[in-house]
């Protein structure tokens, strides 16, 4: 096996390597080779059987087909060296008819040899010019022959003598067509093998690109949703402010009207300031990522703040917030995160709560997790909005008083929640209210800090 891949290596280098030299060319290589190698036989064998002009033929042939291998191989003059070849071999196979006695030698062998061979290494474009004149020249030769046959004289010795030449000649014609067609069968099936294995490439390569582009136009209509959110969520409340500052600077109002509007002029305001605070903090994720720095945190510590400030809007609404927990229980999670994600389901409890409702904060450990669940008895989420919660689909809505919401806190609570190792789920029926459930690590055990890109 080692001398096996030695000698294909060696042969390899010697007719040229495929990503150098196209199928033909390596043909045209491997023919002179061969040539070289049965030329050198057949000079001596012709002298031997009494054929010195044959041998002497053979001579030129092995010097022209060792220098036209030579300016192919090493002089980059395939496609000259090609058609030198088909012109020299015409014209040598054309003397060799004379010299070799006619149809009584082998050179109709060598004919049918060399129009093998022109197929062989002549680019296809061309088979239609050389196949004709090989055919052509052999049937004037015989022509020939048939109305002048003492121009033909036999030039063997003995009946030996040819017998020999043509079972020499058929054992190299024979032997080098098998060569031809081997190795033209064994180059087509690396080509073909070739050819899959691009077609394979490029076929992936497409559907690696037709799967950014996918990736490119659904990051676009997000952008698109997120533009167009922007621009109608805002102009509502905005539109509410100007109104009331118009009221207030060109009318003449009585102290209860004035103070009417500006609460509600208040109230535009936070809202709108809330709905941007949203926007630029899921802008701000789609744009660096979503990274968490989780660290063990006390739980009641963490969310106090968030909840007694949630707490006083929840009582301008006349909502009840009730909120407890463990003094004892710590998450490993990202504060920062955590107080926006409680803030934000929170707020939209409230949102969705009515007058006089409730909602209930409470929380419990098991294996290693806890679980934060935020129940109200407001008016809970329709069957068909809830498969998009989570997602760019889902469409704002108007809470229980007509606060208006941008749509997006969900998705970046979700969000936030998966860059802590953490899970998200919700539980609600129409008109009985909702239940959010928010799991978190409470060790650094199998946990690490990770970015959503």
């Known amino acids: 096996m080692p001398s096996r891949t030695y000698?294909?290596?060696?042969?390899?280098?010697?007719?040229?390597?495929?990503?150098?030299?196209?199928?033909?060319?390596?043909?045209?290589?491997s023919i002179c080779l061969i040539s070289i190698f049965a030329?050198?036989?057949?000079?001596?064998?012709?002298?031997?059987?009494?054929?010195?002009?044959?041998?002497?033929?053979?001579?030129?042939?092995?010097?022209?087909?060792?220098?036209?291998?030579?300016?192919?191989?090493?002089?980059n003059q395939g496609a000259r060296s090609v058609h030198?070849?088909?012109?020299?071999?015409?014209?040598?196979?054309?003397?060799?008819?004379?010299?070799?006695?006619?149809?009584?030698?082998?050179?109709?062998?060598?004919?049918?040899?060399?129009?093998?061979?022109?197929?062989?290494?002549?680019?296809v474009d061309e088979y239609k010019f050389w196949i004709p004149v090989n055919i052509g020249i052999f049937l004037l030769l015989c022509m020939f022959e048939y109305f002048s046959p003492e121009t033909f004289p036999s030039t063997y010795n003995t009946r030996f003598s040819r017998f020999i030449d043509h079972m020499s000649a058929y054992v190299v014609v024979a032997a080098i067509t098998y060569f031809c067609i081997d190795y033209i069968r064994v180059g087509y099936e690396k080509e073909r093998k070739s050819a899959a294995e691009k077609s394979r490439a490029i076929k992936e390569q497409n559907?690696?690109?037709t799967k950014q582009n996918q990736e490119l136009e659904n990051l676009n209509a997000e952008k698109n949703k997120l533009m167009s959110i922007v621009a109608h969520d805002l102009r509502s409340p905005l539109g509410s402010i100007q109104n009331f500052l118009e009221l207030?600077?060109?009318?003449?109002?009585?102290?209860?009207?004035?103070?009417?509007?500006?609460?509600?002029?208040?109230?535009?305001?936070?809202?709108?300031?809330?709905?941007?605070?949203?926007?630029?903090?899921?802008?701000k994720s789609q744009l660096h990522g979503v990274t968490a720095y989780p660290k063990l945190l006390n739980l009641a510590k963490l969310l106090e703040p968030t909840l007694q400030l949630e707490k006083n809007n929840a009582a301008r609404k006349d909502v009840t917030l009730d909120?407890?927990?463990?003094?004892?229980?710590?998450?490993?999670?990202?504060?920062?995160?955590?107080?926006?994600?409680?803030?934000?389901?929170?707020?939209?409890?409230?949102?969705?709560?009515?007058?006089?409702?409730?909602?209930?904060?409470?929380?419990?450990?098991?294996?290693?997790?806890?679980?934060?669940?935020?129940?109200?008895?407001?008016?809970g989420i329709s069957p068909e909005k809830q498969e998009a919660i989570f997602s760019m689909n889902v469409q704002s809505t108007y809470g229980t008083r007509n606060e208006k919401g941008v749509?997006?806190?969900?998705?970046?609570?979700?969000?936030?929640?998966?860059?802590?190792?953490?899970?998200?789920?919700?539980?609600?029926?129409?008109d009985e209210g909702t239940c959010f459930f928010i799991s978190i690590p409470t060790t650094d055990e199998n946990t690490s800090p990770r970015t959503l890109l």
């Open 407 to 430: 749509g997006l806190g969900l998705l970046l609570c979700l969000e936030f929640i998966q860059a802590q190792n953490g899970n998200i789920w919700f539980e609600s029926n129409r």
């Open 84 to 123: 030198i070849t088909n012109v020299i071999g015409l014209c040598l196979f054309t003397i060799n008819y004379f010299l070799n006695s006619g149809l009584e030698g082998p050179t109709d062998l060598f004919f049918l040899l060399f129009l093998l061979v022109s197929i062989g290494i002549s680019p």
């Open 323 to 379: 909120y407890e927990f463990d003094p004892s229980f710590s998450i490993y999670a990202d504060g920062d995160m955590m107080q926006l994600v409680i803030r934000n389901i929170v707020g939209n409890a409230i949102k969705f709560t009515n007058a006089g409702g409730k909602v209930v904060v409470r929380s419990q450990v098991s294996d290693n997790l806890c679980v934060i669940s935020i129940k109200d008895n407001g008016i």
């Open 207 to 209: 559907e690696q690109i």
């Open 248 to 283: 207030l600077t060109q009318h003449e109002l009585d102290p209860g009207q004035k103070m009417e509007i500006e609460n509600e002029l208040l109230n535009a305001t936070k809202n709108t300031t809330a709905m941007l605070t949203k926007l630029l903090d899921w802008s």
């Open 39 to 75: 030329l050198s036989y057949n000079i001596p064998f012709n002298y031997l059987i009494g054929l010195p002009h044959i041998a002497w033929a053979s001579m030129v042939v092995l010097v022209l087909a060792f220098l036209l291998y030579y300016f192919s191989r090493y002089r």
């Open 7 to 29: 000698f294909y290596k060696l042969w390899v280098k010697l007719s040229g390597d495929p990503s150098e030299f196209p199928l033909n060319v390596r043909i045209f290589h």
